[in-house]
């Protein structure tokens, strides 16, 4: 079993940053692959990016490249995403998931969940 926990959610203004931050407990961090993703009101839950069990690999959705950046500090048993630039339809509750498939794209690759962080992008 494997725990995650987001916090670093929030308000900010369209053009700022935001760090979110997923600290995972129970089994061995390093042996999962990790994920993010996200869920806008009235939608389904969609990808955004997910990093290899050793960080040697990443994959973003094409509308957070350049803009969005995964790590992940197995030493911490904690996984990163600095937000950039952020517009207003990156408005979305961020979910951070764990899977044992590398770099999977689709939530049901992915085992565990956190229970979500709201990030809003307003004036």
């Known amino acids: 079993q494997v725990q995650l926990v987001e916090s670093g959610g929030g308000l900010v203004q369209p053009g700022g940053s935001l760090r979110l931050s997923c600290a995972a407990s129970?089994?061995?961090?390093?042996?999962?692959?990790m994920g993010w993703f996200r869920q806008a009101p009235g939608k389904e839950r969609k990808f955004v990016v997910a990093?290899?069990?050793?960080?040697?690999?990443?994959t973003y959705t094409d509308s957070v490249k350049g803009r969005f950046t995964i790590s992940r500090d197995n030493a911490k048993n904690t996984v990163y995403l600095q937000m950039n630039s952020l517009k207003p339809e990156d408005t979305a509750v961020y979910y951070c998931?764990?899977?044992?498939?590398?770099?999977?794209?689709?939530?049901?690759?992915?085992?565990?969940w956190g229970q979500g962080t709201q990030v809003t992008v307003s004036s």
């Open positions: 129970g089994r061995t961090f390093s042996n999962y692959a």
């Open positions: 998931a764990a899977g044992s498939r590398a770099l999977g794209l689709s939530v049901n690759e992915y085992d565990y």
């Open positions: 990093v290899s069990w050793r960080a040697g690999g990443t």
